[in-house]
């Protein structure tokens, strides 16, 4: 018996630690691993000298027969280590929950925040004071209600802290994101609570406690004691979250380099003041998001892989790119869109200048924007991370733009006639983007790659580039004829006895299943001629543009297969299912 509390860890706290360990091992950073140790060492040394206190006054005791022998300050190594075990389960999953959530999106300050959250706050500002002060009355006042009272006095103070400093920030947060993870490993804790106290492996002074029970042997002051703990954990996770995302979405105020990010770092960032945020860039980033998760599934969940200021200015390049295309695509007449086409040409003259012009003032671009494009756009031209990009792919962008521009039904020859059409078009509005986010890898990694290594990068992700446009253009065939524009290049199409007017006409033909599947044979011919390439790229960044890769390719792969589901957003557009996506996701940072 005298291992009793060991075998709790090992039937109860050890399994799904295990198990979340695994299913979050590809997903894991060294980021992610400083937060998680950070709160294990805060939980350990903030809750020794309470639990000890406990322990040496008999609130809380354990029969000899239960506990291994070994102890701190009287408290039992099971019981250390229980400190350690409950933080690691609940940060895990709240980061496994997290990844997805690009926290920059949700700070906030006063101003921007609504009514409704200040009442939210002000409120739980006002429970926990009231609770800190009835807690000491229960303390000074002794007998059954010192447990309850104790519990109160020494959590709800750190509680405080974190909800003062990120109250507005954590209301903004999903709900399921924080919530989850508190009351999840509450209910088991709970349980397993249950069953030590009916086996007496731990047990409360009976002149200490209120004698009320949530169920069985559960007390009520156990029961508030773990969802105040796991509160407590994960309320931390979110205040170093909000440190990090400060440091991440205002690299003007923070200029740090990724060595230099450092504990005294996060917490300059996370005493910041909130009316100092530059909200104009906040919004930009919520707006850049939406556009992301409301137009590519696969890219949006890729990007919750990439690390920090990286993921942050890859959405901004989307967003621009998206923005410019539904621009054009928007348009009612060619005219008017050869006229944004005109503008968007101006605004990456402004920004980059020429060979006999510099580059414009900020004042000069914001100007232009302001008075030349639609206000739901601007946010994307202002925080187009330009300075740290060429200028040539944008601008071999918009000639891709053109050419959506020249399909013109009288016209009996589109302007995709042969394969080296084909190819020039997907150079232009996809590998040129390709091109751009590698810029960014470049920039932001810590690991600097010869000159020689970029290049060849940069070729192959060009060619990738090829691959993943024909990948959505032989998905796109019925949304595209639609819109009476067929891609297929026109000689394809000539062999099959076809013209472009006859996809139009019917794009669900048996003749065009067969053009789709040639088209995505060249596909994965590019995609294989440069996959083997991307073993060149920095660790820290390979895994999530291989995730990034991977995710849109198996688009691919069930049109091949024939296993795609419609989309719920786009008429014509099959989809790769939720479920396979995150397993191509998980493999393939497995195999990284």
Not at 186 to 215: F, N, P
Not at 312 to 341: G, Q
Not at 499 to 517: A, G, H, N, S, Y
Request: overall charge neutral.
């Amino acid at each position: 018996m005298a291992y009793d509390y060991a075998l709790v860890h090992l039937k109860y706290t050890l399994p799904p630690a295990g198990l979340l360990t695994f299913i979050l091992g590809p997903l894991l950073t060294k980021l992610d691993l400083y937060k998680t140790f950070t709160l294990i060492l805060v939980a350990f040394f903030a809750t020794l000298p309470w639990d000890s206190y406990l322990v040496r006054n008999g609130i809380w005791t354990y029969p000899p027969d239960a506990i291994a022998g070994p102890n701190l300050f009287g408290v039992p190594a099971e019981e250390l280590f229980f400190f350690v075990i409950q933080t690691y389960i609940t940060s895990m999953l709240y980061i496994l929950l997290n990844k997805p959530v690009l926290h920059a999106q949700f700070l906030t300050n006063k101003e921007d925040s609504l009514s409704k959250s200040h009442r939210i706050r002000t409120s739980g500002q006002i429970l926990l004071v009231g609770s800190i002060i009835f807690g000491s009355y229960l303390v000074r006042d002794g007998g059954e209600g010192t447990y309850l009272g104790l519990i109160l006095i020494w959590a709800c103070p750190f509680v405080l802290l974190t909800w003062t400093l990120s109250g507005f920030f954590l209301i903004r947060l999903p709900v399921v994101c924080i919530a989850t993870p508190i009351i999840i490993p509450t209910i088991y804790l709970w349980i397993i609570d249950e069953l030590a106290l009916g086996r007496g492996t731990w047990a409360i002074s009976s002149g200490t406690k209120l004698g009320w029970r949530l169920w069985g042997s559960l007390e009520l002051e156990e029961a508030i004691f773990f969802l105040a703990t796991n509160a407590l954990i994960v309320f931390g996770m979110v205040a170093i979250d909000r440190g990090l995302a400060v440091l991440y979405a205002f690299p003007e105020s923070f200029p740090h380099d990724r060595e230099a990010l450092s504990p005294d770092l996060v917490i300059k960032a996370l005493l910041t003041d909130p009316a100092k945020y530059d909200m104009v860039r906040v919004r930009g980033i919520r707006e850049g998001v939406e556009i992301l998760r409301r137009k590519s599934r696969s890219f949006y969940l890729a990007s919750s892989v990439f690390p920090g200021r990286l993921r942050i200015d890859l959405v901004l390049l989307y967003s621009f790119c998206r923005v410019a295309d539904d621009l054009i695509d928007d348009s009612r007449t060619e005219t008017e869109a050869l006229a944004w086409i005109k503008k968007l040409t101006k605004y990456l003259d402004l920004v980059y200048g020429s060979e006999d012009q510099s580059p414009s003032s900020n004042q000069t671009i914001d100007n232009f924007i302001q008075g030349d494009f639609p206000e739901e756009t601007r946010s994307a031209l202002k925080l187009l991370p330009y300075k740290l990009l060429p200028r040539k792919p944008f601008y071999d962008l918009l000639e891709g733009f053109k050419m959506d521009l020249s399909f013109n039904q009288a016209d009996p020859m589109f302007p995709i006639k042969d394969g080296m059409d084909l190819e020039l078009y997907a150079h232009r509005v996809a590998s040129t983007v390709g091109e751009l986010c590698l810029w960014l890898v470049f920039h932001h990694c810590e690991a600097k790659l010869p000159h020689d290594k970029e290049a060849i990068l940069v070729v192959a992700a060009q060619t990738m580039g090829h691959a993943l446009q024909y990948v959505n253009i032989a998905r796109d065939i019925l949304v595209d004829a639609e819109m009476g524009r067929v891609y297929l290049p026109t000689n394809w199409l000539k062999e099959e006895n076809l013209t472009p007017k006859d996809i139009i006409k019917d794009p669900r033909q048996p003749k065009v299943e067969k053009l789709r599947q040639k088209l995505l044979r060249h596909a994965f011919t590019e995609y294989e001629r440069s996959r083997a390439t991307m073993t060149l790229l920095p660790a820290e960044v390979r895994g999530p543009l291989i995730v990034a890769v991977e995710s849109y390719m198996e688009i691919g792969r069930v049109l091949r297969e024939k296993t795609g589901v419609p989309s719920k957003t786009r008429r014509g557009r099959a989809t790769v299912p939720r479920s396979r996506r995150v397993w191509v996701a998980w493999k393939n940072l497995l195999a990284e």
